[in-house]
């Protein structure tokens, strides 16, 4: 298993994925958040067609991490199922890949 994960949440506003983000950041649960503004999500939810604006939160975690990072964006996020996806990161580079793994390193001020 790869030791470094990046992670997909989308929020309904820039303010909750920034808020999301910076949590995370600071609770060493994630080295880094990327947020794309203006993503066009189409979906279902309930039996109607969903076609809603988003932003897509880009973390990058320790794999090892995913767990408590998936119960914090549950209890920080806005929607009742919010969307918690995760890749494991094949390949990059390993300074950059080192850094994931310094910023997360246990001593995390969030269990």
């Not at 990046?6 to 820039?14: K, R």
Request: negative net charge; aromatic residues 10%; hydrophobic residues 35%.
């Amino acid at each position: 298993m790869s030791e470094i994960s990046i992670v997909f949440v989308t929020a309904g506003s820039e303010e909750e994925a920034a808020r999301i983000g910076r949590t995370l950041v600071e609770e060493r649960l994630a080295a880094c958040a990327n947020i794309v503004p203006g993503i066009r999500s189409i979906y279902r939810w309930k039996g109607k067609i969903c076609d809603e604006r988003e932003f897509l939160i880009m973390i990058k975690t320790r794999t090892s991490k995913y767990e408590s990072l998936q119960k914090r964006v549950k209890e920080l996020h806005s929607y009742e199922i919010p969307e918690i996806v995760s890749f494991p990161v094949a390949r990059g580079l390993p300074q950059y890949l080192d850094w994931v793994l310094e910023e997360t390193e246990t001593g995390s001020e969030y269990p």
